[in-house]
């Protein structure tokens, strides 16, 4: 089974006799989606498409998989691969693994493919980046050596601090998009895959801000067949895949598959889509250690966060536009959390300031500084300081397989649109435009999880307690 098809654009979509989109937003009805053996078996081999393969993240990522799948590496950080879940009552102690309890794809099912502005193979381009070491990329040389970047669709107003040589030709927006569609059926037809994910993985682009042309699907095709300059390239990778009935992970700050057009797009062609900004390092701390500081009723006087980084993420981020992308993403994180208007006197005034400082000799090795000025009791000062010496793309690589394999889920189960329930992985989580985004670390994987039990049938845990104590 193909998911592949023409783009959907009547005025409504029908399943099973039920409509579950109108223009102007997403309905999902319950009993559209699939649950327990409802949900299609992950048969064949699963296509992992990835704008921005060379990059540090795509290599550390694709090689840590064939380590795991030769028995050399542990996938350590990967909740899919470790990660348990508790079914019922705790004195029935079921505690499955996530994987088995689940039907994910197979590891030895992935097969890798994606875009580049450089066309070095994964080898070199695991080099290159300086994660992983010597003997843990010589094991898988032959296999990284193998895949072969295709040309990328780039503008470099986007992205300003790169200057791509492996770049997409075409005459207009529509023809690039149809060439990417072509690389893709290409890929499918000569690896035998059966389904595909797509997972953004490139470089942050410049600050933009939503215009009319996102707003309704309709307008945003026009644009794309006008040129017009409010189009990124990362949208356009977004386009070919819904077009496609292929499910889209935005995994960089940018504005993306988050306009209204595409969410629309997602939402007629029944495809799901997540996003955004992969959570790892400063941004993971804050959503661990913020929700605990509100817990306990204490109260922030300011926030300060720096972050010395210097690999091609921390260059792209050292011109201002893109920049403002990040920034945007992680000063978004503590409010959300804190929520100052309902709690004025501890968190309606407190300073937060986020920066990040491009340091070539640190490499991938992203170092985080956080200052931290609270208070207690009658308001006496205290004070936290934070140093997270981090390796951006080992925390970053466990979070694209566990993406990839929980939306090639969602797709076998007909969850269409925004996967709010994915917010756990996301420095700025996508969500219906009615709600706010969930930010605390905490409940976003008690969201994953009692998303997981209601697909497989299982009571959600709520940690009411109580009934234990309570007589018959």
């Known amino acids: 089974m193909l998911w ?64 795991i799948r030769k028995n050399m590496g542990e996938p350590v950080g990967s909740l899919t691969q470790l990660g348990t879940i508790r079914l019922g009552k705790r004195y029935e102690h079921r505690v499955p693994r996530i994987k088995e309890f689940v039907p994910l794809a197979n590891l030895d099912d992935l097969v890798f493919a994606g875009w580049d502005i450089y066309e070095a193979n994964l080898y070199d381009a695991a080099k290159y980046a300086r994660v992983l070491q010597k003997d843990h990329i010589e094991p898988v040389k032959d296999f990284l050596a193998s895949i072969v970047p295709m040309p990328a669709v780039f503008e ?98 940018n504005l993306t598959v988050d306009i209204p057009a595409l969410i629309e797009l997602a939402g007629r062609n029944n495809v799901p889509i997540a996003g955004k900004d992969f959570k790892t390092g400063q941004t993971l701390m804050k959503t661990i250690i913020a929700p605990g500081l509100k817990a306990r009723m204490l109260g922030l006087e300011g926030w300060y966060s720096t972050n010395i980084l210097g690999n091609r993420d921390g260059l792209v981020l050292d011109d201002e536009g893109s920049f403002k992308t990040k920034e945007e993403s992680k000063l978004s994180v503590l409010d959300y959390i ?75 189960a007909n969850m269409s649109g925004i996967q709010e329930w994915l917010s756990f992985y996301f420095k700025s989580p996508m969500h219906k435009s009615n709600l706010y985004p969930e930010h605390d670390l905490f409940i976003q994987l008690m969201k994953l999880k009692n998303t997981l039990r209601y697909l497989m049938g299982e009571e959600q845990i709520t940690h009411f307690g109580l009934d234990y104590y309570m007589e018959e």
């Not at 893709?184 to 059966?194: A, D, K, L, P, T």
């Not at 407190?350 to 308001?379: A, Q, S």
Request: charge should be negative.
């Open 338 to 412: 804190l929520q100052p208007h309902l709690y004025p006197s501890l968190y309606k005034n407190y300073y937060h300031k986020v920066t990040i400082n491009y340091y070539p000799p640190r490499g991938d090795n992203k170092e985080g500084w956080d200052c931290i000025d609270i208070f207690g009791w009658l308001g006496y000062p205290m004070h936290i300081k934070i140093d997270f010496q981090c390796r951006d793309s080992i925390l970053a690589a466990p979070l694209v397989l566990d993406l990839v394999l929980f939306m090639d889920l969602a797709k076998r």
């Open 156 to 253: 470099r107003r986007f992205v300003r601090n790169l200057d791509g040589t492996h770049i997409k030709e075409g005459r207009n927006l529509r023809e690039l998009v149809e060439a990417l569609k072509e690389d893709i059926r290409n890929f499918c037809s000569r690896e035998g895959i059966s389904r595909c994910i797509m997972v953004w993985c490139g470089s942050t682009e410049i600050y933009m801000k939503q215009e009319p042309i996102h707003e309704s699907l309709d307008t945003f095709l026009e644009a794309v067949e006008k040129n017009h300059p409010s189009i990124a390239p990362s949208m356009l990778y977004a386009l070919a895949a819904l077009e496609m009935g292929i499910p889209f992970i935005n995994g960089a700050p």
């Open 4 to 67: 592949f098809g023409a783009i959907v654009l009547s005025e409504e979509v029908i399943f099973s006799d039920v409509v579950i989109f109108q223009p102007g937003g997403i309905t999902l009805k319950e009993k559209d989606i699939k649950r327990k053996d409802q949900i299609e078996k992950p048969l064949g081999k699963l296509g992992v498409l990835i704008p921005g393969i060379g990059g540090a993240v795509s290599t550390t990522f694709i090689a840590g998989v064939e380590l």
